[in-house]
């Protein structure tokens, strides 16, 4: 599957403060809102745990064919059968998950907002990068200073690899976000955190549909 | 190979404030002194230098034929074609990394000084578990109470898996450790932190080769 359709519309998870079930609810409302790619990152969890709602995600969204993208684990990605990995610049070596995921693996990475990192990405078997942060977030602690549209723009303009945007995207950016050369947008708060997360989707899908129909055809 | 011939004096990593190359040769001392097995464990690496660290001691390890075991990651042990992983109770099921590590892998499981643990552990396939500690230890900062001489030989009784001690061993509690019907005593500080690793490892190897003798012939 290309990056230009699993990315379009990229939920990336946030469990902070939540039981389980509702935190499955929330995103299996997205997917079903229009939500095109899930990514579970857990950053404090024990393996069990992760691995258990890895498990219960991959189950919950095996109906809507959307892809389960584990953060960081290759080892996990690879006992639940998800569909692939996204790894940041301390990670594994992507040449090293493609090893282990095999050649059909869906392998993202974060540049952050580095132009070296989107230029040193070119020669790497990633299927997308992910650019960000785009505008100041709240749910990433460790995050950079934000690029911005221009900024965003630059890097999507050093990239030959699909761009998909992500760090405080929200519904009044959303459109301005995809005229930067980007094939999506990824959202954390945005979606995790909406009163309603399926109009939620359903609403920002629309914008991005929109806008890359302008694009491609 | 099994747990009683490489499990007989293991090595568990404590690499705090000591820079790569210094914390390789102490291992590397340690393993001619007589380490039979080192386990690499990393807590707060990235997985990048996780791993690096994994591939520099695979290859300083080559020469001697000691198995190489890796803390948690059955990814990073897949990766860098380590002998094994050890698991803690909260990571990835033992089934799980048999699956993606193969028969041949060693792993091993704290079963910490729980008995319901050590029960538990009887119809895994694990090649061996790990108890402790023994004694109270410095290395671990979430360790729980130590279960002693007593506890270590009540927890070897029920279990027909072989058994490694671990927690607080040194040169005056190995003979001891010894005797409680464990296979092998596994060391942090006492080898990480010993004035001369070589000899500390000799000297604990002699201890412990004296005991088994005396056990298996």
Do not use: W
């Amino acid at each position: 599957m290309e990056a230009f359709l699993y990315g379009r519309l990229y939920l990336v998870t946030d469990r902070q403060g939540l039981a389980e079930g509702h935190f499955l609810d929330i995103i299996e409302k997205a997917v079903q809102g229009g939500v095109t790619c899930v990514q579970l990152r857990e950053k404090s969890a024990s393996d069990a745990v992760f691995l258990a709602l890895a498990h219960q995600l991959k189950k919950r969204l095996q109906p809507y064919q959307v892809p389960l993208i584990i953060n960081d684990r290759v080892d996990i990605a690879l006992v639940v059968g998800a569909d692939g990995v996204h790894l940041g610049q301390s990670d594994m070596q992507v040449h090293l998950a493609r090893k282990v995921l095999g050649p059909k693996a869906i392998i993202g990475l974060s540049a952050e907002i580095s132009v070296e990192n989107v230029q040193a990405a070119e020669v790497l078997d990633v299927d997308y990068i992910a650019v960000g942060p785009i505008f100041p977030t709240s749910t990433k602690m460790d995050a950079g200073p934000a690029c911005g549209l221009e900024g965003l723009r630059a890097l999507c303009l050093a990239s030959s690899k699909p761009v998909i945007a992500i760090g405080g995207i929200n519904q009044h950016n959303l459109a301005s976000v995809m005229d930067q050369g980007v094939v999506g947008g990824a959202m954390v708060a945005a979606l995790m955190q909406a009163v309603d997360p399926y109009a939620s989707a359903q609403a920002f899908r629309a914008c991005i549909d929109q806008k890359l129909s302008k694009r491609f055809v």
